[in-house]
């Protein structure tokens, strides 16, 4: 096909593309910079920052409590959220659409919404500032991914095989865990990750309802709120690291299903 | 199935619970609507923050739309590799991105340091905690956004129609105006209210790159909870951002739905 414009497009193309890209290719030089404030590009390069970052008792505890809500979390809502794909894709009821959308809603209602009313409510049944708090929110957040995630998995995997299993004499939990949990597992998986990195990152609800927990982005958004402490250069570096990581794990769980990169 | 309830009672409930408490004290009463309208602080946040949504809402279709265009007509490997460009920033922390443009946009940043140096100006320009820094945090946050289902709609686009356009002598320009930009109206336009929705309750980015000084509803919110228990004007002014967003998510939905139907 003959393209328009086609030397000024590329031009603007990779240039909208180092701008989507810029943040990543700044934070992550300047954690490694030697310069107590934070200039770039920097000169001199040592671990201090990093240093910093482990040798603080307040960011380990942070990032205790992070992973402690992003397991619960993500768990909790890979359970709940499959076991709801499965209903909403093999069963046969009234309201599905409704049921579904319900789901799907935490991830469209803009979050502050959902802080503010979980706030209220928690409030009311003294879950603010609690521990099962927290990782109820974090899992509503989670949960959206789940479904979405399963759902596709789901309804991809023929059903006809399960009939079979059926028809040999297997319970409903046989079949489960035989047949249909071995073959749905990279897809859980990457629901897991995705669950997992939503409520690893959250901050709003957290701010909200967190009350004395600190998990890494609260304490974060508190620190950049009040002033530029380059140590945070080396924990955005290892959250990028981090996330890269998970996004690849993802990336290839997805392939492995069959859901992504088929052409 | 154990989820519903849990739902029900994590979120519909609270949603509820929350809109009872913007139309209640003691009694039904439309007081803390009414209190909403009447104090010009309130409104000039709800209108600042439309005006914001709307301004990124158009730098990033302007940006977004040649991008999605210049990665159809790239070869698979180059697709790939331009994809994963987009997808990556997507996958890493929205707080570490906003602080980023911290660095970047800063008075000592690389941006004024550079224009500084060239000589084009002399004082540093205020990019940080004014409504510029906001937008360009913002635009760059949502970018992907609009950029990922753009592109796809772009792909899904039948090359022999383009084929049969040029076939029949039509120029580059004339095919793209007149048969490839109106089959991607539907699915620019869903992308574009994603991200308007999307910026109508931002909350990072507007606190860290606005500094309190680009006040937008959803901080607005975090204010009136945390700081000074206003409960029931903070409930009221999250029901007519609710409100607001579904409307817009409606939209949405009839443009992603006519994206498919002229797609297929």
């Known amino acids: 096909m003959r393209r328009l414009g086609d030397l000024p497009l590329m031009v603007y193309g990779v240039l909208v593309l180092l701008f989507l890209f810029l943040p990543i290719a700044i934070v992550v030089p300047m954690s490694f910079s030697a310069a107590s404030s934070l200039t770039f590009p920097p000169t001199e390069f040592s671990l201090r920052w990093y240093q910093s970052f482990f040798q603080d008792p307040r960011w380990i505890e942070a990032m205790r409590v992070s992973l402690l809500v992003a397991f619960m979390s ?4 890979l359970a709940l959220g499959s076991v709801a794909a499965y209903g909403l894709v093999r069963g046969t009821f009234a309201g599905r659409r409704l049921i579904d959308a319900n789901f799907m809603a935490p991830m469209i209602v803009p979050p502050v919404i959902t802080a503010v009313a979980l706030y209220i409510v928690f409030a009311r049944v003294g879950l603010l500032g609690t521990l099962p708090g927290l990782v109820i929110g974090h899992m509503l957040l989670g949960v959206p991914y789940v479904v979405l995630i399963m759902s596709v998995a789901i309804r991809s995997f023929d059903v006809r095989i399960e009939q079979v299993a059926f028809s040999l004499g297997a319970s409903w939990f046989t079949m489960f865990r035989r047949v249909l949990l071995p073959n749905l597992m990279p897809s859980a998986f990457a629901a897991w990750i995705f669950a997992f990195i939503t409520s690893f990152d ?62 | ?14 949603i509820l619970l929350m809109l009872g408490r913007s139309v209640s004290g003691l009694e039904f009463s439309l007081e803390h609507y009414q209190r909403l309208v009447e104090a010009p602080v309130y409104l000039r946040v709800l209108a600042n923050t439309f005006k914001i949504a709307a301004i990124s809402t158009l730098a990033c279709m302007v940006l977004g739309y ?61 990019f940080l905690y004014a409504e510029l820094g906001v937008v360009i945090g913002t635009t760059n946050i949502l970018l992907p956004f609009l950029v990922l289902p ?42 574009a209210v994603l991200v308007f929705i999307l910026t109508l309750g931002f909350f990072v980015t507007p606190a860290i790159l606005g500094g309190g000084r680009v006040p937008m509803i959803a901080n607005m919110l975090e204010t009136l909870i945390n700081r000074m228990p ?12 609710l409100v607001v967003t579904l409307l817009f998510f409606a939209l949405y939905r009839r443009l992603t739905e006519a994206s498919e139907g002229t797609l297929r």
Not at chain 1, 220 to 238: D, G
Not at chain 2, 104 to 122: A, E, F, S
């Open chain 2, 230 to 241: 206003r409960w029931e004007l903070a409930a009221a002014i999250s029901t007519v951002l």
């Open chain 1, 74 to 77: 993500s768990l909790l809502a």
């Open chain 1, 202 to 263: 959250e901050v709003i609800v957290t701010l909200f309802v967190a009350g004395a927990y600190q998990t890494v982005p609260k304490k974060m958004f508190n620190e950049l709120v009040l002033q530029i402490n380059p140590t945070i250069t080396a924990i955005a570096t290892l959250l990028i690291a981090f996330s890269v990581c998970l996004f690849v794990v993802f990336a290839l769980l997805m392939r492995r299903a069959g859901l992504l990169g088929r052409r």
């Open chain 2, 66 to 126: 040649p991008l999605a265009y210049w990665m159809r007509g790239l070869r698979p490997g180059w697709q790939l590799v331009a994809v994963s460009l987009v997808v990556l920033p997507f996958w890493v922390s929205i707080l570490v991105r906003t602080y980023a443009w911290i660095v970047v946009l800063g008075n000592d940043g690389v941006v004024n340091r550079t224009l500084m140096g060239l000589g084009l100006i002399v004082d540093p320009l205020p």
């Open chain 2, 1 to 14: 199935m154990p989820l519903l309830l849990a739902m029900l009672l994590a979120f519909n409930l609270p």
């Open chain 2, 150 to 191: 753009l592109f796809a709609a772009m792909l899904k686009i039948d090359g022999r129609l383009l084929d049969a356009a040029a076939s029949l002598g039509a120029p580059p320009r004339t095919i793209f105006l007149r048969v490839f930009f109106p089959l991607t109206i539907p699915s620019f336009g869903a992308g």
